[in-house]
């Protein structure tokens, strides 16, 4: 046993060494955890930003007015007066997102109580864009009309207002939401790439049949892969976390980190291993990138870290409790932002431990059977 | 047959009055290591010239620069009457150079047959077919390739190899022919042949020059023209009786000796090899009827041997005979098909630890792990045989100045010469003290001196140590200081005896004329009859109009022939090919349906301390909404909390107390919403459904009271190009660009890092092939594939998924074959810039998946972010794409329309192409 653990250690150092000699893999490294966790989460804009809009105002009444007014920076640029003949190629060539539409008589109209009508035309393609900024703009229309409306007449309407909190993350800053996923995204990547790109090149090397004629078990070799590119991953997030994302980007940490990477290092486990598995089925690099490329974007785009899970059909949602990202997602915004500990959050570590231990088996046993072949 | 003489001595009478090769003062340096140091040398045209020294001394980079592989650093290197490095000249002059690097089939595409390897190399010097075909007929006959045209160089013994390599370099009739140790590693028969047909070749073309360099010293001493190198410097030229007068010599083994500095002398002694003590019946190694078959190939054929404790084993035998698998079933390496092994009495058994313990294996290839350094090697290694610990750094020192290497103990393995890698391979094998030291060629590519130093050591350790040594060589004074070995060939043993015996049995002068007496009689003379006999004058050989395309411009059939090259070796990996094409298909499913942004079903709860009339009525409305799911009501705000922290709510509602009574009364009141933000896009859309619904509410509930509709209007919302607010004719016009971006781009990546890795980069460097004649060649099959990968999706996109093409789909073509060609740009970049595989795989990643998910306005419209973000998603070509592919598919425009999106793309392309093209170096640095 003591013997095993010290080939495990002495191998995993030799991992290390191997890194630490390739510079371009260090700079890479740095450069996803930093630049690209920071450029990145900063691209995804807050909540809804500059939505480009246009106005048709046929109306020219003091209510329409009033409406065309309500539309300024930051959530939307500077509406675009348009007549109606432009709303068509304008919604064509993207330049629009939205496009109100006043009739004339709008405000005549709506104190008559005559059913009056405004259309808003909403490009469908724009995705979330879309259905988030046309809720808004209902909700400007209403108050504005609701308000004109009161000032003319006895008060009909009840006043309740609606007191909205969002808790965990009151000013729903996304780059909060964007830093984590990012930083999933490239654990999930690095894991892979570092574990399993290593073994084809060292299969490539034939530096692993080196290995082989030496008192060192699969179990041993594996094992080593595992710990130390999960640890140098470990360490990159640990400081992507407390350099870029808590002191640059300023984002609140609600619960505790040791708890949060404690998960990460359980998710490690699992994609470090799925790195090895891919290994053993590539029988050269260029399989292998193709390989990953079909395992890491489902990883990054079905997780919950683009969209959110509810949006996603029953049958992917199941698929993907199997993979260790999902309870990853889960778990990261629990404990950053919900501040959670582990007695709500160990469903996800006993799920993500469970799949871990499952994709490290598959793999030795995998990696046994090919082992010889790679020699 | 009988070994010729590599050729008959040139008339030295008149050497001819310009040099092929003029060098002044040339340095080179790598880093600290100072390769070349101020050499001067006239090379004299038309000879054979024989390049000698020990390794690392500088013979390879000597050659390199000659042949223009390498940048001139320092100092005037003139070939064929031209500066080297004049560009220019440069190009006019390599049509009339070949060059054979170092390395079993380094020039040469594993892959791709012997025959399409000869295609290649016709076609990128401009041969058309008929040509190429009666050249590659004259070169393959006379080697005798003949035979063997559609079989993968991969799979050629290295003698054949070399042949083949041999037949590449000399298709377009070169002037000038350099071979960096040609012979290496290949076994005698094989060398035999091919000096036979280099003599041949020289026959009917009495101009070419022939500058080889070798650490064969018994074919150096038949060669024109010696140069001795040592350290960087040149030691003596000459030919060789010259060279022997003035060392006063007979054999150039002594006078390479002699001609070395002192203190590198000083070392060297005869190797002595007392007579073997062993014990008859003290067996270290037995094997019996051991077999290996590969699916319908038996490599080893029942061979059987016993190896007596403290005996030195040889292995003599072709390339490709099976020795090295032998070697393997003794490690466990490969478990046999057939048949049993013994180590010191203890069946081979893979799985058994203990007794690896007591054996040292060095490969034949180079193993070690090049980026730790000697130190580290060793260590790791004592570490992992488990000598104790603090044995560890007594056996370190002892290893190392045994095996010298004290001056390069902290350095990297790479950095070093091929025969001290050696050395450090063989202590590494032996820091544990195994019992047995299994060697695989131990000493190819290592020069005479340092070879000696090597048996010396193992004579010790057999002798002193009584350890047992199984080796496997290629030269013949080496299996001469064997006690007792084996000729092998094709999987069986011929013979195992004594070598003298050998030679006595066979009546032979010698060990090889024995050895090759013994391949012939077992068939393995692979030589047809009629290759012996070259044409006189046969055209390929012959100075016809050998360089008919020597241009510096650009080439298109120098391109095609890449392209062709490209296309055949992505045939025969069919699974890359397969997992590029069903991969996106799959992709493309998964995250077509996968991802939506209708959200529905969010868990709610209400918390009512109001509990009249109106309340309940509010909690109905949400209750009947589509987008929301009730579950059990919030007790207090501690439960409200920890529901929302665990994640199972994503909204709580709480209604005041006296909510009904109030709003009765016209008072103001307020209704407390919570929900969760952390993941802000499920956030922003639960903020808007809550707050439509309350906005209907109180709509309902002025129309109730008043009976009138005054101050009510409807907005009515038109989702124009997508009416019912589907995800999927929103999403796949999305996912094709992203899929076509990224799979292309890693298959690119790899495909020019891979050549870099695996040594063919040489043909760029030496051939008349330019740089853009490179990338566009290897780039072009990349974005046909890439073309039929999007077929294929828009295929799947109409009859699976159900969103057709609207627009015009031939600009849907047009802007894709534009930006199939950036994004396999992107990955020619990548690879430009990166030297390992790992790494340009990971800047494509980096590159494409990241940029394209989250800058290129996938989700989020460009139009909308800030900063560097903006810039790079409005430069980036797949947001351009994203824009294209929306507007073809969803709202039917076409080309007019999207004029704005295609012009940055178009720039788009030839700019990521041109700058991958410049940051590749047409030569090595």
Known sequence: ????????????????????????????????????????????????????????????????????????????????????????????????????????????????????????????????????????????????????????????????????????????NKSWFGALAQIINQIAMLSIILTGAALIREREHGTIEHLLVMPVTPFEIMMSKVWSMGLVVLLASALSVNLVVRALMHVPIAGSLPLFFAGAA?????????????????????????????????????????????????????????????????????????????????????????????????????????????? | MTVTAASPPSPLASPPSTPVVSVRGVWTRYGKTEALRGIDLDIPAGLMIGMIGPDGVGKSSLLSLISGARVVQEGDVRVLGGDMRDRRHRLDVCPRIAYMPQGLGKNLYPTLSVEENLQFFGRLFGHDGPERRRRIDELTRATGLDPFLSRPAGK??????????????????????????????????????????????????????????????????????????????????????????????????????????????????????????????????????????????????????????????????????????????????????????????????????????????????????????????????????????????????????RFDLTHVLEELPESLPLGMRQRLSLAVAMVHKPDLLILDEPTSGVDPVARDGFWRLLVELSRRDKVTIFISTHFMNEAMRCDRMSMMHAGKVLDSDVPQRLIDKRGAKDLEEAFIGYLV???????????????????????????????????????????????LELQRDPVRATLALAGSLILMLVIGFGMTTDINELSYAVLDRDGSLLSQNYALDISGSDYFVEHAPIRDYDDLDLRLKDGELALGIEIPPGFGRDVSAGRQVSIGTWFDGANPSRAETVQGYIQGLHQHWLTEQVRRRTGSSAGTFSLENRYRYNPDVQSLPAMVPLVIPLLLLMLPAMLTALAVVREKEIGSIINLYVTPVTRSEFMLGKQAPYVGLALINFLLMVLMAIFIFGVPVKGSFPTLLLAATIYCISATGMGLLASALTRSQIAAM????????????????????????????????????????????????????????????????????????????????????
């Open chain 1, 1 to 172: 046993m003591l013997t095993r653990l010290s080939n495990i250690y002495r191998l995993g150092v030799k991992e290390l060494w191997s890194l630490w000699r390739d510079p371009i893999m260090l700079v890479l490294i740095a450069f996803v955890f930093t630049v690209s966790v920071y450029t990145s989460a900063n691209s995804t804009p807050e909540t809804l930003h500059n939505a480009a809009i246009a106005i048709v105002d046929e109306d020219d009444s003091p209510l329409s007015q009033r409406i065309v007014s309500s539309f300024y920076p930051p959530q939307f640029v500077v509406p675009r007066m348009i007549v109606p003949q432009q709303i068509d190629p304008g919604m064509d060539a993207g330049d629009f997102t939205f496009v109100l539409h006043i009739p004339y008589g709008f405000q005549r109209d709506v104190l008559a109580g005559r059913g009056a009508e405004i259309q808003l035309n909403t490009d469908a393609t724009r995705m979330s864009q879309a259905f988030t900024g046309s809720g808004y703009i209902q909700q400007i229309v209403n108050g504005e009309v609701n308000e004109f409306v009161n000032r003319y007449r006895a008060n009909t309407v009840p006043q309740v207002d609606l007191a909205i909190r969002a808790r965990f993350n009151p000013t729903l």
């Open chain 2, 842 to 925: 990971f800047l494509a990643m980096i590159g494409t998946m990241i940029p394209a998910t989250t800058l290129g306005g996938m989700t989020d419209p460009v139009s909308s972010m800030e900063g560097g973000a903006r810039f790079m998603g409005e430069i980036y070509p797949a947001s351009h794409m994203f824009t294209i592919s929306r507007g073809v598919f969803a709202k039917a425009l076409g080309f007019s329309d999207l004029a704005g999106s295609f012009l940055p793309l178009a720039i788009s392309a030839p700019v990521i192409v041109g700058v991958a093209i410049m940051l590749l170096k047409k030569q090595e640095a």
């Open chain 2, 156 to 401: 050629l013994s290295g003698g054949m190899k070399q042949k083949l390599g041999l037949c590449c370099a000399l298709i377009h009739d070169p002037d000038l022919l350099i071979l960096d140790e040609p012979t290496t590693g290949v076994d005698p028969l094989a060398r035999a042949q091919f000096w036979d047909l280099i003599a041949d070749i020289r026959k009917t073309q009495g101009q070419m020059s022939v500058i080889v360099a070798t650490a064969y010293m018994d074919e150096a001493q038949r060669f024109d023209w010696l140069v001795a190198m040592d350290d960087g410097n040149v030691l003596d030229t000459g030919t060789p009786q010259e060279v022997f007068d003035r060392t006063g010599t007979t054999s150039l083994e002594e006078a390479f000796i002699a001609l070395l500095p002192e203190e590198k002398k000083r070392g060297h002694r005869a190797v002595v090899i007392p007579p073997l003590e062993a014990e008859e019946n003290d067996i270290a190694i037995e094997a019996q009827g051991l077999t290996m078959r590969f699916g319908d190939f038996t490599a080893v054929d029942h061979v059987s041997f016993r190896i007596r404790r403290g005996e030195i084993f040889g292995f003599l035998g072709s390339n490709g005979c099976g020795k090295s698998t032998t070697m393997k079933m003794l490690t466990g390496l490969l478990p046999a098909s057939e048949g049993k092994a013994w180590l010191f009495g203890k069946e081979v058994d893979s799985s058994d630890i203990s007794t690896r313990r007591r054996v040292g294996y060095m490969s034949q290839a180079f193993s070690l792990y090049g980026e730790l350094t000697v130190r580290q090697n060793l260590e790791l290694h004592a570490r992992l045989f488990h000598v104790p610990r603090e044995e560890i750094p007594a056996r370190v020192t002892e290893m190392v100045e």
């Open chain 2, 521 to 567: 009689d077992a068939g393995g003379d692979t030589r047809s009859p009629q290759a012996h006999s070259l044409q006189e004058g046969a055209p390929a050989m012959s100075g016809e109009p050998s360089h008919p395309d020597t241009g510096g411009a650009f080439s298109l059939q120098r391109c095609l022939t890449y392209a062709w090259r490209e296309t």
């Open chain 1, 266 to 375: 359980l998710v490690l486990f699992s994609t470090t291993s799925m790195g090895i598995f891919l290994a053993t089925i590539a029988r050269n690099m260029p399989q292998f990138g193709m390989l990953m490329i079909l395992v890491l974007l489902p990883l990054q785009m079905l997780s919950g870290g683009s969209t959110p899970r509810e949006s996603m059909p029953q049958l992917v949602q199941d698929v993907m409790l199997f993979a260790p990202t999902t309870h990853f997602v889960e778990l990261g915004q629990a404990i950053l932002f919900r501040g959670a500990g582990f007695d709500v959050v160990w469903p996800q570590f006993a799920a993500t431990f469970a799949i871990g231990v499952v994709f490290f088996a598959v793999a030795l046993a995998r990696f046994r059977s090919t082992i010889s072949a790679m020699a």
